[in-house]
């Protein structure tokens, strides 16, 4: 018989993918959403694992609604992109096998082969073992880490990354210089780093709203944004280019030494 | 008679890659730096064409030093990756033909097809007119502005780009994440934006210290980021999603409304 999987908030485009994803391992897949006719508690009941992929703001309400409902030898879990918090929601309300996760990559991606997957163990090591298995069969690369360490490298890989494109393209709005210009003069760095601004810009505000928002460790990253910010901009002001130059080459060594 | 164009400063990256593309034109191509046989002086009253690719800090004193020396009917061009002072101080010491230019791309490059580069009419049409069809005809994009304006847009495609990859590798580095964390839980997002953060790092730090103090329209940019910064910050610090929403909202509406 084949494993259950439900997915509670299957209609958004990342549950959608992993319903593609998981349907194409041979899983059977049980969605949930506001509007399918088997409400979320419904599918939880049913499935062997049990996975949440709603906006961090409601994964404490959905957890919640659905633990109750799950049988004992299921596993919960989730896919949000901050892992402190919603893990030890899932563990506080369920006292079953649970797990962390985070996909590294967005509902645009055509397959799993290279793509990045962080686990964090919460309870049990069944179905840990199972998700690890399943995932690195398909080809997927998989960290596995504790909730704090993700969330501390997050509020750099996520953290910071959006957080200077949001402050790039709100600066660029600011100052009134055209699309047109930017295309007509732009170096391969420039055009680089607008493409990825481009593409923030054309996704969900409200992921990346969350994204800043519920990651604990985003408070210290943006601490040292800040300090650098107000680091170059002495030198800047002062027009002193030996500073800057000192600046940089103390960021060099650290930065890619290891290359 | 083939046409001579002397390179002051022309052991310099930019300045030899000039001279492979200037030569590789059929053009007679003599140089002179700190220790070449031949003083920038004597070349410069040698050729029909002198270019000044000298570090920005020394553009002043070696225009001085040269635009004596030039002949009458000569044009005098810089390589200055800002270009309202070294314009105008070429202007101001030498009576001829004038030319401003900026390459929009660094030495890496292997042909100047389909490469940038800008040029600011300064005084003169007979040797604009015949670098922008040089330039043209070997398949570079030219496009041809205004040295205030070239300014304005710069302070973001330079100005802005350079100061946001620096913060950033800065904040990593006082954050101490290793590089080994930050590639194995990397985001495409976060790949890209870091692999021009090292680019920048493995570079020249004088080159990016002097286009940040070089370029007057940089004060402007910056002014615009820092408000930008405390905007999402306020957002950030009072828990707004809404906010934060509304914010990013409101510069994709301009941002890719041309797309």
Redesign the interface.
């Known amino acids: 018989m084949a494993i259950k999987v439900a997915i509670i908030g299957g209609s958004g485009q990342m549950g959608q993918w992993f319903q593609r994803f998981f349907v194409s391992q041979g899983l059977e897949v049980l969605v949930a959403d506001l509007k399918t006719p088997q409400t979320p508690q419904e599918v939880a009941a049913l499935a062997d694992v049990v996975i949440i992929s709603v906006p961090i703001?409601q994964v404490k309400k959905v957890v919640q609604q659905v633990a109750p409902h799950l049988r004992p030898d299921a596993a919960l879990l989730d896919f949000t992109s901050v892992k402190q918090v919603p893990l030890a929601t899932m563990l506080d309300h369920f006292p079953g096998e649970v797990v962390g996760t985070h996909p590294?990559?967005?509902p645009g991606e055509a397959s799993i082969n290279g793509l990045?997957m962080?686990l964090c163990p919460g309870r049990g090591e069944r179905w840990f073992n199972w998700l690890k298995e399943l995932l690195e069969n398909a080809g997927a690369r998989v960290?596995v880490?504790t909730a704090t360490e993700?969330d501390?490298?997050?509020?750099?890989?996520?953290g910071?990354?959006?957080?200077?494109?949001?402050?790039?393209?709100?600066?660029?709005?600011?100052?009134g210089?055209?699309?047109?210009?930017?295309e007509?003069?732009?170096?391969?760095?420039?055009a680089?780093?607008h493409g990825?601004?481009?593409?923030?810009?054309?996704q969900d505000?409200?992921l990346?709203?969350?994204i800043?928002?519920a990651n604990p460790a985003?408070r210290?990253?943006?601490r040292?944004?800040?300090?650098?910010?107000a680091?170059?901009?002495y030198?800047?002001q002062r027009?002193n280019?030996d500073g800057?130059?000192r600046?940089?080459?103390?960021?060099?060594e650290?930065?890619?030494?290891?290359?």
Chains 1, 2 share one sequence.
């Open positions: 703001p590294l990559f967005g990045t962080v960290k880490t993700h501390r490298i997050m509020s750099v890989v996520q910071l990354a959006h957080f200077i494109l949001i402050a790039l393209g709100r600066a660029i709005r600011e100052l210089v055209s699309p047109q210009d930017l007509d003069f732009s170096t391969p760095t420039f680089t780093l990825l601004a481009r593409r923030l810009f054309s505000p409200k990346y709203a969350c800043q928002l985003n210290t990253a943006l040292a944004l800040e300090d650098s910010v680091d170059i901009l030198f800047i027009q280019p800057l130059v600046l940089i080459e103390s960021v060099k650290g930065f890619i030494s290891e290359e």
